[in-house]
């Protein structure tokens, strides 16, 4: 069964940074793209950011361009959010996706995890 698995979640002040990390099992991970979502509580989920399988194409949700990055080691099959000069209004849970031949770009998933909370104080 496939399994991707949420961690660097976490308190921490508006302008310091977080690192989420999703590990992937049981699934060929080249074949996936791989997005994070969040959703804060009585809002939409929000698309964050995705990477193509090979990493080569990444895009990002409006709200966070600039400050977030996604990467991807293949080797480990492992996806990244490096989120800095985080804001309030990044609380949300966050979790990551993976879309079979997908795109970076899109709001849908074949499979996903059980997410990692962010809060940020201000």
């Known amino acids: 069964q496939v399994e991707l698995v949420e961690s660097g979640g976490g308190l921490v002040q508006a302008g310091g940074s977080l690192r989420l990390s999703c590990a992937a099992s049981?699934?060929?991970?080249?074949?996936?793209?791989m997005r994070w979502f969040r959703q804060a509580p009585g809002k939409e989920r929000e698309f964050v950011a995705g990477i193509s399988w090979s990493g080569s194409s990444t895009v990002y949700g409006d709200s966070v361009k600039g400050r977030f990055t996604i990467s991807r080691d293949n080797a480990k099959n492992t996806v990244n959010l490096q989120m800095n000069s985080l804001k309030p209004e990044d609380t949300a849970a966050y979790y990551c996706?993976?879309?079979?031949?997908?795109?970076?770009?899109?709001?849908?998933?074949?499979?996903r995890g059980q997410g990692t909370q962010v809060t940020v104080s201000s």
């Open positions: 049981r699934l060929t991970f080249t074949r996936y793209a």
């Open positions: 996706g993976a879309s079979y031949l997908g795109g970076a770009a899109g709001s849908t998933y074949e499979y």
